[in-house]
């Protein structure tokens, strides 16, 4: 199956800082490219998502990037807050009758006070 | 906000047992799914249902799984003879389309001794 890959596996940052998250894949095929937020102990939350025809992709502090030449997708969190500090999960897929996602192993985002 | 909702919230079984975790999705969707999620680790998809009939499906789902949609609400995943390995939350998913939003439920967390 499709292979991604999740850099970098925890982030530590100051409240107010910017925080990336970066996801490479390997099938050109992929079409479909969510963010989800994953709360200790909770379901995972879709945040922001794109789809391969767009490049960039805004809602407020967050903001996704998509790169399909290179094979790079990447979460921007900007003036990061305490309640930001969760596991976020990319993920990827392939529309075509049947969507199967494949998630990357997370980044565990601390945001101190 | 309509919600997808599963039970039991945790179940503990022996080893050799059949479970049978419950998910009702949001009442509108049309594609159903269930995820694994082993302690720590990232979201693994196992199956997809669309049209009364499994879409899609992981390595993950062997034999000892299968799903079923006994009537027009709820949404099963069976383990015929649980292992110790089968020890994760796993999370029932829906979404209106095939490639769009998917809808988390809060999880079922199975215990296998």
């Known amino acids: 199956g499709e292979n991604v890959e999740q850099h970098p596996s925890t982030l530590s940052v100051q409240e107010g800082d910017s925080a990336v998250i970066k996801c490479t894949y390997s099938?050109?095929?992929?079409?479909?490219f969510p963010w989800y937020k994953q709360e200790l102990g909770k379901r995972p939350q879709l945040i922001i998502d794109?789809?391969?025809?767009?490049g960039e992709k805004k809602d407020q502090r967050i903001a996704v990037t998509l790169n399909k030449t290179a094979k790079h997708f990447s979460l921007h969190i900007t003036e990061t807050q305490p309640e930001d500090s969760a596991v976020y999960f990319c993920?990827?897929?392939?529309?075509?009758?049947?969507?199967?996602?494949?998630f990357g192993r997370g980044t565990s985002l601390i945001v101190h006070p | 906000e309509p919600e997808v909702t599963q039970t039991p919230s945790h179940q503990v079984t022996q080893m050799g047992q059949e479970v049978i975790l419950r998910c009702v999705p949001i009442s509108n969707h049309l594609y159903f799914y269930w995820y694994r999620q082993i302690l720590g680790q990232k979201v693994e998809f196992l199956v997809s249902f669309y049209n009364n009939e499994i879409s899609e499906k992981s390595e993950i789902f062997d034999d000892q799984f299968s799903v079923e949609r006994p009537d027009g609400s709820n949404f099963t995943l069976k383990i015929r003879s649980t292992k110790l390995e089968d020890s994760a939350m796993y999370f029932c998913?829906?979404?209106?389309?095939?490639?769009?939003?998917?809808?988390f439920g809060p999880g079922t967390r199975l215990t296998v001794t």
């Open positions: 993920a990827l897929g392939e529309s075509g009758g049947s969507y199967i996602p494949t």
């Open positions: 998913a829906s979404t209106g389309q095939g490639l769009g939003e998917q809808y």
């Open positions: 099938d050109s095929a992929s079409n479909y």
């Open positions: 794109i789809r391969s025809n767009v």
